[in-house]
DNA sequence: GGTTGCTATGCAACGAGGTGCATAGCAGGA
DNA sequence: TCCTGCTATGCACCTCGTTGCATAGCAACC
C-alpha cells in the first residue's frame, strides 16, 4: 500500500494539514495518485499513532485551526525501507479499452462520443501539465550545456521533473492512440 | 464497477469457466485489466443470480467438472446499458513515480536496480504484445489499401486490434521514459 | 437577510479487492 | 512412494477506497 508513502513524500516536499494534502492529491500528485480527504484523514491518524509523522496545531484567522503535519524520523525510515524494497509494476485499469472490445457486440460508432470526451480530457492534461512544466522548470540554461557552474543538482527539482515528463508522454500517447480509436470507429460507420 | 462488464466482454468474446475467464485475465485481458479468480467467482454468481449469465454444467475426463458461463439477454441488456453511459477518466495509481519522488530524500542511486528491472517488464510485455500482434492481426492485405473485397469488416477483431495497439504504444512509451528516469538518476550518480 | 461556497476535520457504512486456506482428483517426476 | 503441480471451485477474513453525511465558522453574493 503506497498511500502512506505518496502521503509521506508530500510532507517531505512541505509540510501541511489533511486539507491541503488533499487539495494537493487533487492537483499535482493526483496525476499519478488519487486519494480522497477521507482516506488521507485516515491514514494520518494511523500514521501519527505509529508515530511516523508529527502533529502541530496552527491557529487561524477567519478559518477552523489546522493540524499540519510533518514527518519523523520513524516515517523517513518506513520511507526509506519502501523504497528499497521492490515493487510489482502496476496493476492496470482500463475501463476504455473494456469499453471498445465492448462495442463489438454493441453499436461502435455510439462510442465516438465517449471516446472524444476522453480525447478531450487527455488533451487539456497535456495543456495543464506543459504550462506547469514552462512555469516551474522554465527553459533550460542553454550556453554550452549543463555545467557545474550551474551549481548543485537539485535532486527534488530534477525528480519531479522527470516524473512530469512521463505525464507528459503519457498524454500524449493517449491522444494519438484516441485518434486510432476513432478512426477504427469511423471506419464501422462509413460502412454500415 | 467494470469488473462485471469486462467479464461479460470477455464471455461474449467466448463463453467459459471462471477458470476458464481467470487465466484470460492474467494473459490478454490482465494487460489491461486485472482479477483475482476469487473476484471472479464472486462476481460470476452474483450475475448468474441476476440472470445476467447462463450456467451449463460440462462435465469432464480425468479432471473435476466446471461451469461453462454464457451471457443471457439481461447481461447484454446490462452491457449495453454501461456501453452508453459515460465514465470518469480512470484514476491512475503509478507506485514507481512515488518512488521516484520519494528518492530525492533518501538515495537516487539505490533507485537505478528497480528502474531497470520495471524497464525489463515492460520489454518483455512489448515483446509479448508483438507476438500476438504478428500471430493474430498479421501483415495488412496491402495491394491497393483496404477495399471491399477484404469482406465485411470484423468488428470484433478490429477493436481488439485498436486495444492491442493502445497497449503497444503504452509499453514504448513506458520504455522511453524509463531511459528518461535512468539519464537523470544516473546524473546524480555522477554528481556525488 | 438568506443562500451559497470555502476551509477544516471527521464518523458510519458499504462495496471492491486481495490473501490465505480448503477440497479433490489426476498427471508426472524424483 | 511421495511430492509437486495443474484443473476447478469456493469460504472467511481483512484491508482499501468511496459515498453520504455532519459540524462549524467565516466570506461573498444576491
Request: proline share 5%; aromatic share 8%.
Amino acid at each position: 500500500m503506497a498511500l502512506d508513502h505518496a502521503i509521506l513524500v508530500s510532507l517531505l516536499e512541505k509540510p501541511g494539514s489533511g486539507y491541503e494534502l488533499a487539495r494537493r492529491f487533487e492537483r499535482s500528485i493526483g496525476y499519478f495518485w488519487t486519494a480522497t480527504h477521507q482516506q488521507i484523514y485516515r491514514v494520518l491518524k494511523r500514521m501519527e499513532g505509529d508515530g511516523w509523522v508529527d502533529v502541530r496545531d496552527v491557529p487561524q484567522h477567519g478559518r477552523p485551526d489546522k493540524k499540519e503535519y510533518s514527518v519523523a524520523d520513524a516515517g523517513r525510515a518506513a520511507l526509506s525501507a519502501w523504497l528499497a524494497a521492490p515493487i510489482e509494476p502496476e496493476s492496470v485499469r482500463h475501463d476504455l479499452a473494456v469499453k471498445i472490445r465492448g462495442a463489438a457486440f454493441d453499436d461502435p460508432a455510439a462510442l465516438v462520443g465517449e471516446v472524444e470526451r476522453h480525447r478531450q480530457v487527455h488533451t487539456d492534461r497535456l495543456a495543464h501539465y506543459l504550462a506547469g512544466e514552462a512555469r516551474d522548470f522554465g527553459e533550460p540554461p542553454a550556453e554550452g550545456g549543463p555545467s557545474a557552474a550551474d551549481g548543485p543538482l537539485d535532486a527534488e527539482r530534477e525528480l519531479q521533473h522527470v516524473v512530469l515528463r512521463g505525464g507528459i508522454a503519457y498524454e500524449r500517447m493517449m491522444i494519438v492512440w484516441l485518434d486510432d480509436v476513432l478512426a477504427t470507429l469511423g471506419r464501422f460507420e462509413t460502412a454500415r
